[in-house]
């Protein structure tokens, strides 16, 4: 069973992006398939993990979650560090947090590895009558960038899987 199950890669990826995008959420909804539509302020460190099979190898996904330090410049450079992938979040009901986006960018490069492999994520699509985020203007900057780039809803499960499979993928591709 589990207990013997052998691990081929163990890849650590960040979440970033403002505060009350749903980061926790998103990473709630993918490793334990749960979601809160009141979810506190993250506190401490945490990260969680989740085992998943991609090309026949057992890859264990260490994905990081902030610590209700998503003011400027308060993620300490420990977050990024062996960093192989990062989710760069933006609410896409929210212009302010997309326009954050070349801040965090500008942040994670400084303190991350080359080669990182980045999705930006336009999450909250569930409420698309809200939208302040046209789709073209962040496939401008994923294109730009070289950043993937999808919009996911993690109240209703839109691409959750999809976007944590696609940067793992890409990730073992070039590990
Ligand atoms: P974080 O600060 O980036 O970790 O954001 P949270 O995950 O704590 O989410 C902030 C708020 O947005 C909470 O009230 C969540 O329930 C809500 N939320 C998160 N994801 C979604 C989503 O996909 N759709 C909607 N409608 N609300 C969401
Ligand atoms: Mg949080």
Known sequence: GDYHQKIDYVFKVVLIGDSAVGKTQLLARFARNEFSLDSKATIGVEFQTKTLIIDNKT?????????????????????????????????????????????WLEELRGHADQNIVIMLIGNKCDLGSLRAVPMEDAEEVAQRENLFFMETSALESTNVETCFLTILTEIYRIH
């Open 59 to 103: 890859i264990k996904a260490q994905i990081w979650d902030t610590a209700g330090q998503e003011r400027y410049r308060a993620v300490t450079s420990a977050y990024y560090r062996g960093a192989v992938g990062a989710m760069l979040v933006y609410d896409m009901t929210k212009r302010q947090s997309f326009d954050h986006m070349v801040r």
